[in-house]
């Protein structure tokens, strides 16, 4: 039974290469290049989400890469929730790293 109180998010939904059809959600201006599930769960938490972190999980679509998945607390449309990673995605690439 799917839980009604949280989402699933998958690295596909910013991938800037994939198509619509392919599993993008958000808009090439939003998208980042090969997004990485440890990317992503480090916006998750900067933007104070409670999740789950499972990094063996396969996207629906390709089953075959194990790309990861984070189940985040629902706090307001999936799409809502969508775009403010993928603001959090672009603000956490555009910042110097700091291990180079």
């Known amino acids: 039974m799917r839980k009604q109180d949280k989402t699933i998010i998958w690295p596909a939904y910013f991938d800037q290469a994939k198509t619509r059809k392919k599993g993008r959600r958000v808009p090439k201006s939003l998208a980042v290049q090969s997004p990485k599930i440890a990317e992503i769960k480090i916006a998750v938490e900067k933007l104070g989400l ?10 629906p679509k390709t089953p075959w ?3 990861g998945k984070i189940t985040v607390e629902k706090k307001g449309t999936k799409e809502q929730i969508i775009r403010k990673i993928a603001k959090q995605l672009l603000k956490i690439r555009s910042e110097p790293s700091k291990q180079q």
């Open 50 to 59: 409670k999740h789950e972190f499972a990094p063996e999980a396969g996207y």
């Open 65 to 67: 890469l194990k790309t």
